[in-house]
């Protein structure tokens, strides 16, 4: 079993920036892919980012490339989502998720999930 505990979200005024950290306890993340996902108000989640076990391979959804970032310390345990010139329709809440895929995109492919942490961008 893989939990989950995800910060540093929070009310940002557009073009601001923020950095989601996701915290692993009872396994190492060393056996995982990571990805944060995003589901805004009457939307569906998404993938926003992902990082494969060892940090080499990475996905954005597109709407987010050149804003996001994603990285992993394996050391640490914690995966991070770097977010910067932020817009109103980045407005969601955020989870971070593990899979024992090498990386993965879909919802479905993920194993464990935290509860997930409010980003609210202002116009």
């Known amino acids: 079993q893989v939990q989950l505990v995800e910060s540093g979200g929070g009310l940002v005024q557009s073009g601001g920036s923020l950095r989601l950290s996701c915290v692993a306890s009872?396994?190492?993340?060393?056996?995982?892919?990571m990805g944060w996902f995003r589901q805004g108000p009457g939307k569906e989640r998404e993938c926003v980012a992902a990082?494969?076990?060892?940090?080499?391979?990475?996905y954005f959804l597109d709407s987010v490339k050149g804003r996001f970032a994603i990285s992993r310390d394996n050391a640490k345990n914690t995966v991070y989502l770097q977010m910067d010139n932020l817009k109103s329709d980045d407005t969601a809440v955020y989870y971070c998720?593990?899979?024992?895929?090498?990386?993965?995109?879909?919802?479905?492919?993920?194993?464990?999930w935290g509860r997930g942490t409010q980003v609210t961008v202002s116009s």
């Open positions: 990082i494969s076990r060892s940090g080499g391979n990475t």
């Open positions: 009872g396994r190492t993340l060393t056996s995982y892919g």
């Open positions: 998720a593990a899979t024992t895929y090498l990386i993965g995109i879909g919802s479905d492919e993920y194993n464990y």
